[in-house]
C-alpha cells in the first residue's frame, strides 16, 4: 500500500526473490546433509519429476499464492532443482500473485469502489486460474486420464 500497485510490486518481486534465492541455497546447502539417500514411493516419483521438470513446477506453484512460499524454495532445493531454473522459475511466478495482492491493497487506498471492485476482480483471476490449469495438468499426466 505504501508504494502503490507499480512500485509496490517491483520492490516485492525484488525482495521475495531474493529472500527465495536464500531459502534454496540454504536448504540446499543444509538439508543435503539431513536428507540423505533416495527418496522411495510417492516421494521418489515427486523428487524425480521436480529434478526433471523443475522449472515448470517451481513456476506453477510460485502461480498459487495460497502455497507457503519458503516451502516451495526448500522442498525444490532437496528435489536438486537447478538453481537457474529455480530463481527464473521464482521471478516469472511470483510476478502475478504479487502484482494481485499490491493492486488490491492499494486500491483500499484510493477509496475507489470501482477500483477496488477491479483489484478484487484481478486478485480472484489470478488466484483461481493457476489453481484450474494445475488440476488441468495433473488429470492429464495421471494414468487413469
Known sequence: MAFGAWLGTLYTII????????????AK??????????????????QSQMEYNGFFY?????????????????????????????????????IPGTFAYNFLG????????QIILLAVVVFIVLTVVPIVIRNRWSKKQSPDA
Open 15 to 26: 525482495g521475495a526473490t531474493l529472500g527465495a534465492l536464500l531459502s534454496f541455497t540454504v
Open 106 to 113: 492499494s486500491s483500499f487506498v484510493s477509496g475507489n469502489p
Open 58 to 94: 517451481v513456476l506453477l506453484f510460485r502461480l498459487i499464492p495460497v502455497i507457503n512460499f519458503d516451502l516451495i524454495s526448500y522442498v525444490a532445493a532437496l528435489a536438486k532443482v537447478r538453481f537457474g531454473s529455480f530463481a527464473l522459475a521464482t521471478l516469472i511466478g511470483i
Open 29 to 46: 546447502t543444509l538439508g543435503t546433509r539431513l536428507v540423505s539417500g533416495k527418496w522411495t514411493g510417492n516421494a521418489g516419483k515427486i
